[in-house]
């Protein structure tokens, strides 16, 4: 399995990106990705999930009602739209899969089985 995260980039305060996923190699029927970033100097976060169980999703507080997820599975790809950014929002932004346990979010983002290397957002006030 294969994850290639896209769309990173500089953009002022208020601004919107939209970031890919592309997954390959992914024969699982049930899945669940998740979107997680990493600011300078601070651990990494859990921003957001979709799963294939009931389609469900999971939204970190910090991002809830700016950020949304969905996934077209017909291109093997998870986008995340990032709407009315902010300075904080600065990091590196990863995707992970999960094809096996229990692949409920947000549960499973405690147990992500594969991770994308990163795509970096940079927001500037």
């Known amino acids: 399995v294969q994850l290639v995260e896209s769309g990173g980039g500089s953009v002022q305060a208020g601004g919107s990106l939209r970031l890919s996923c592309a997954a390959s190699?992914?024969?699982?029927?049930?899945?669940?990705i998740g979107w997680f970033r990493q600011a300078p100097g601070k651990e990494r976060e859990g921003v957001s999930c979709i799963s294939s169980i009931e389609e469900s999703t999971y939204y970190a507080e910090s991002v809830k009602g700016r950020f949304t997820v969905f996934n077209d599975n017909a291109k093997n790809t998870v986008w995340l739209q990032l709407s009315s950014l902010k300075a904080e929002d600065t990091a590196v932004y990863y995707c992970a899969a999960a094809i096996w346990g229990r692949l409920t979010c947000p549960e499973t983002m405690n147990d992500m089985d594969y991770w994308g290397k990163g795509t970096l957002v940079t927001v500037s006030s």
């Open positions: 190699g992914f024969g699982a029927d049930a899945y669940a």
